[in-house]
């Protein structure tokens, strides 16, 4: 039997440059059949992001260029990927799960009457076919769903897979952009994140730095930047600290924020409450700093200490740079 | 303007949240059913709305068990004025898909010019659902608004994108999800608690919303569940001065820096 395409929808930034689960869903592709991308870009970077898709596994690159900035929401990556669809006959898609890799699977699973599974973490093929791996009750349980028949649609967690495909020379295949068929939304406006961080993006992080309500203020949490640029790690918050105003919301961690699993996961000032456990306990290492020796998050932490974050730290960053020396 | 908001029961997360090990499906006696906080958000965005504009009918419409009308009537109290409920035996371990064609269906049947939706149920269902019910309803989609304006032609909002935020707009009919940016919602008062026992409560099966659930169509099924071991507590010392030093040591030793 042939290898099966898999189709992969690779989000492009303003910037030309693939986002960072592009490599992460291209490996899990790889496991499953031949990878095939889907790219929407912005007039003369598609090219260049169809090379970086080969590079990341891409066999084939079904690749539309847009003129202008996208006007409408969804739909022209929603074309993109259903033209796709019809030349390839896949047996699986699978698109982030973020927001717009969310919308695009679920107007695509609708219109093609097709099984879908949320948030993956993993995937596999058994005798039947294509299974998806979830982590429910963050991470208390996990399961494994499969379509019925026919292809399934999978929304892959970011930074769940650490699979990676070989580098291919993509056969790369332009589509005009299509009309929508569905009624849509328009884009009025697009403010670009200014304070382009130089930190690695929390999702993909082989380490994360978090910080919590305990850091007392805005300033107080420069304490986990420090550490964070320190360590080369990704920088995160508990959602008090984020309604506090400490940090940004999509730096927010647990239940209704990220979920990570990094090699090593550092809670500073941090209680550990069931829906900040639920974004982070499957990371491979966690430590905890926290003044009370009764916070939950030590119940979970590998290595706990009892203290404050704000003499613990300083020291930390100390030894570790001079042990680099 | 008729709003309909989807409102889901989910375990407490405060409490134990269980999967039954042989059907994979949540464990009704494990935890208590609350209002999934981002719907209570959802409604909270409904109702402002009604109190600043005329004319504006507001209809909470849930799919679930029985145990999902006394959430429902909890909702009512909060504003809004009537409720709606799709029970039905066949509908227990609903896929995704099934659960959007019969939301579409209740909302065709209600009649609606915007359905307001949470972006993402904590009971890791994954966020799809709003954009499905759109396209099953032929309408725009605005999901995962960190905030929201409603007028009596559209909506708009802003969302997270791809390096940035983006402003859009809908005209009505739309649906749309929102995020935990919006505001919380509004404790009900003594009086919104009363006025939600007079407000109707309608019940629906799949047949009156001429869904088939056994349909021969692709569904997604569970093919196994299990229980991940509990974490368990490492090492932990009490900062006596050298704390730091000694997780240099720790990390160093493991190799993660
Ligand atoms: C539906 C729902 C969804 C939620 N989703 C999320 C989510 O996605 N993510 C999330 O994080 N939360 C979430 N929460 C909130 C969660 O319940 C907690 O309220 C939150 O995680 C607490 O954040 P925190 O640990 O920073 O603050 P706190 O609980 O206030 O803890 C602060 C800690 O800092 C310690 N401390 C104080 N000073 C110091 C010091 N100098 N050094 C060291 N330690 C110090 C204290 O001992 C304390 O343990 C959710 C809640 C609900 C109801
Ligand atoms: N069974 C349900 N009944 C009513 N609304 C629901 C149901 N399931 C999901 N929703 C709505 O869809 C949103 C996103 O849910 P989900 O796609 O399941 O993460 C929720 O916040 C609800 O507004």
Redesign the interface.
């Known amino acids: 039997m042939a290898e099966q395409n898999v189709l992969v929808f690779l989000p492009v930034l303003p910037s030309g440059e693939l986002v960072g689960s592009a490599a992460g869903l291209l490996g899990a592709a790889a496991q499953l059949g031949t990878p095939v991308g889907v790219l929407v870009a912005g007039a003369g970077q598609g090219q260049a992001a169809a090379q970086a898709a080969g590079e990341l596994g891409a066999a084939k690159v079904y690749l539309t260029e847009n003129d202008d900035a996208p006007t409408t929401l969804t739909a022209p990556a929603l074309e993109a990927v259903a033209a796709a669809w019809e030349a390839t006959d896949p047996e699986a898609v699978l698109v982030p799960n973020d927001i717009d890799g969310r919308d695009i699977a679920a107007r695509l699973a609708v219109r093609t009457s097709s099984a879908v599974a949320a948030d993956a973490v993993g995937v596999h093929r058994d005798a039947e076919g294509v299974v998806a791996e979830h982590s429910v009750y963050g991470s208390a349980f996990t399961t494994e769903s499969a379509p019925t028949h026919g292809a399934l649609i999978i929304t892959l967690r970011e930074g769940a897979v650490e699979a990676r495909a070989e580098a291919a020379q993509p056969e790369v295949i332009t589509l005009d952009a299509a009309q929508p068929k569905s009624a849509a939304a328009v884009i009025t406006g697009f403010a670009e994140n200014v304070e382009a961080s130089s930190r690695p993006d929390l999702r993909s992080a082989k380490i994360v730095v978090s910080g919590g309500r305990g850091l007392g203020s805005k300033e107080g949490f420069g304490l986990a930047e420090q550490l964070a640029d320190a360590l080369g790690a990704g920088l995160g918050a508990s959602r008090a600290a984020v309604d506090a105003g400490y940090a940004p919301y999509s730096l927010q961690v647990g239940q209704t924020g990220v979920s990570v699993a990094p090699d090593l996961y550092i809670a500073l000032g941090i209680s550990g409450a069931v829906q900040h456990q639920a974004g982070m306990q499957t990371a491979k290492t966690i430590v905890a700093i926290n003044k009370d020796p009764e916070a939950p998050i030590f119940d979970i932490a590998d290595f706990g200490i009892v203290g404050d974050a704000f003499e613990v730290v300083p020291q930390l960053i100390e030894t570790i740079k001079a042990k680099a020396q | 303007m008729k709003i309909v908001v989807l409102v889901k029961e989910v ?1 407490d ?2 409490g134990e ?3 039954n090990l042989t059907t ?1 499906l949540a464990d009704r006696e494990a935890s208590e059913k609350v209002l999934d ?2 719907t209570g958000r959802a409604v909270e965005a409904a109702v402002s709305y009604a109190e600043s504009a005329d004319e504006v009918e507001i209809a909470l419409l849930s799919m679930g068990p029985e145990s999902a009308e006394s959430t429902l009537r909890k909702t009512l109290a909060m504003g809004g004025d009537s409720a709606h409920h799709v029970v039905d035996e066949a509908l227990l371990g609903a ?3 099934l659960t ?1 064609q019969v939301l579409a269906a209740a909302v065709q049947k209600i009649g609606f010019d915007l359905v307001i939706a949470g972006d ?1 149920s ?11 019910v ?3 309803l ?7 608004l ?1 905030s929201l304006q409603i007028s009596a032609e559209a909506v ?1 909002g802003e ?12 005209q009505l009919p ?1 649906v749309v999800s929102v ?3 919006l505001p919380d919602p509004r404790f009900p008062g003594f009086k919104g608690i009363m006025q939600a026992k007079k407000k109707p409560l309608e019940t629906y099966s799949l047949a009156d919303l001429g869904v088939d659930a056994s349909a021969d ?12 071991p ?10 006596e ?12 030793e ?1 190799k ?2």
């Open positions: 375990p997360s405060y949240r269980k999967l994979g906080e981002i896929d995704l898909t959007a993402a904590s009971d890791g269902a994954g966020g799809l659902l709003p954009a499905m759109a396209e099953q032929g309408v725009a989609h605005a999901t995962s960190d708009t969302r997270a994108g791809y390096g940035g935020t983006v402003s859009v707009q809908a739309a995020t935990e940016r169509v692709p569904r997604s099924i569970m093919l196994s569940v299990s229980q991940t509990a974490r368990t507590a490492g090492e932990k010392i009490t900062d001065g050298d704390a730091g030093k000694r997780l240099a040591e720790y990390l160093i493991k993660v820096v």
